[in-house]
Nanobody, 123 residues
């Protein structure tokens, strides 16, 4: 069983910073892609940032220059450093990862999601 456990959300004023963490636990063989998505009320879930095992990253245009994604492969953890936060960044942030498990000898990558963490930016 694989789980993604998120932490670090909260309430912050505009211009402030938050750091989200997401740790993957369980019977993990390898992790390829790790990333963050967000969903604001009444809107579809959207990609925020993603990082693959080699270290390449991709960001939504709306967060470029303000957010930084990183990962610690030894800890199976991905981070999202969010600076210069804006009220429009308010959303539930979800961790996502493509993981191959020890229990599947085919080593197929499956998508896993965290439970979500609320980020609220006040103006």
């Amino acid at each position: 069983q694989v789980q993604l456990v998120e932490s670090g959300g909260g309430l912050v004023q505009a211009g402030g910073s938050l750091r989200l963490s997401c740790a993957a636990t369980g019977s993990i063989f390898s992790i390829n892609r790790m990333g963050w998505y967000r969903q604001a009320p009444g809107k579809q879930r959207e990609l925020v940032a993603v990082i693959i095992s080699g270290g390449s990253t991709n960001y939504a245009d709306s967060v470029k220059g303000r957010f930084t994604i990183s990962r610690d492969n030894a800890k199976n953890t991905v981070y999202l450093q969010m600076n210069s936060l804006k009220p429009e960044d308010t959303a539930v942030y979800y961790c996502n990862a493509a993981i191959a498990t020890m229990t599947d000898a085919r080593r197929i990558l499956y998508d896993y999601w965290g439970q979500g963490t609320q980020v609220t930016v006040s103006s």
